[in-house]
């Protein structure tokens, strides 16, 4: 099919949603199809037995495969939906790198989501091995998640194939993002793979737990939703590639806390900063703080315990701030660059 003309936007990802589903659903009826075919085709062949159990197995696999899109596409369909906007891409991306371990169970905003990233987020691995870490290399647009009824949660990272347009030709479909691969965690476990080195671990779950952990930290965060119901085939035109949730004119504004309409994006922007606020001193001169400097302390993870018996792990970000008396002077500290071979 041919690549559509959907805006990545905020006010586009109902569509995206949509056609993404849509997708699904085509290649579900498509391969459903070939299975009936391929039974009739084994019902009415004189083949040996032990060749027919092994065609019968194929089409297991298959038809086990085709179930669990069916799920998915199911559970897309009612996901919640999220654009994390430009600047806030970058705050991700570097808080992801000093994540400690976390628990995605109390992290996770939605127990079904649609996250797009205004801009690639960086790449992740496509095709044949990617939940191994190997495969080919893609931008990462988008995540969908969901919990399934076995009580694991499914990570779905996703791209448009910008600049891969050559990987479509093999799905027989179009869609507004390509599912690269598709991973199982155990949700109420904490994550220690990324944080201990583990071979098996991916990168992208630390971006993930970022974004998620990040999105409840008004310090960091602000959240506000808008109602992106147009009707399909009336998607704002005027909105260009990559734009940020101003751009294509949100609809009404409402609160992210209340039940929202199917429609409702949560746009997830990075909270501005004031001369007086984040950047601020932390401390007050008192009659017995004989410091003389202020400092600049770097943002960091602080591990915060939670969950039944204090088992499960919520970090809070601590943003960049200064340490010291507020009227004492700005003593900066130095930096030295080490190059290594």
Not at 267 to 294: F, I, M, N, Q, Y
Request: neutral net charge; contains cysteine; glycine residues 8%.
């Amino acid at each position: 099919m041919a690549r559509g003309k959907t805006p990545w936007a905020a006010t586009s990802v109902p569509t995206i949603r949509r056609q993404w589903c849509e997708a699904m659903d085509q290649t579900v009826r498509a391969r459903v199809a070939q299975m009936q075919e391929a039974r009739a085709q084994l019902a009415a062949a004189d083949a040996p037995r032990g060749s027919a159990r092994r065609v019968r197995q194929a089409i297991d696999r298959v038809s086990a495969a085709v179930s669990e899109m069916g799920d998915d596409a199911a559970a897309l369909h009612e996901a919640a939906m999220y654009w994390v906007s430009r600047d806030m891409v970058g705050v991700v991306h570097d808080a992801a790198a000093g994540l400690p371990e976390w628990t995605p169970a109390a992290a996770v905003p939605a127990s079904t989501g649609l996250l797009c990233w205004a801009r690639p987020i960086g790449d992740v691995p496509y095709g044949p091995g990617a939940e191994s870490g190997g495969g080919h290399s893609v931008p990462w647009d988008a995540l969908f998640w969901r919990t399934r009824s076995d009580g694991l949660m499914q990570l779905v990272p996703a791209s448009r194939l910008a600049h891969d347009s050559g990987l479509e030709t093999p799905l027989e479909m179009w869609s507004p993002v390509y599912p690269a691969h598709s991973i199982l965690l155990n949700p109420n476990h904490p994550r220690t793979q990324e944080v201990e080195g583990d071979p098996a671990a991916q990168p992208f779950v630390s971006i993930v737990g970022a974004a998620w952990l990040l999105m409840s930290q008004a310090n960091v965060s602000t959240l506000r939703s808008i109602d992106s119901g147009a009707a399909p085939g009336t998607e704002d035109k005027s909105a260009d590639r990559d734009t940020d949730p101003s751009a294509g004119e949100p609809g009404p504004v409402s609160d992210p806390r209340r039940p929202q309409p199917p429609s409702t994006v949560t746009l997830v922007e990075l909270r501005p900063r004031t001369a007086s606020g984040d950047k601020a001193s932390r401390g007050s001169r008192s009659r017995t703080d004989a410091r003389t400097h202020r400092w600049p302390v770097a943002p960091f993870w602080r591990q915060q315990a939670c969950g039944p018996g204090w088992s499960q792990r919520k970090p809070v970000y601590v943003v960049e701030h200064e340490r010291g008396p507020r009227d004492a002077p700005l003593l900066p500290k130095d930096r030295v660059h080490v190059l290594r071979r």
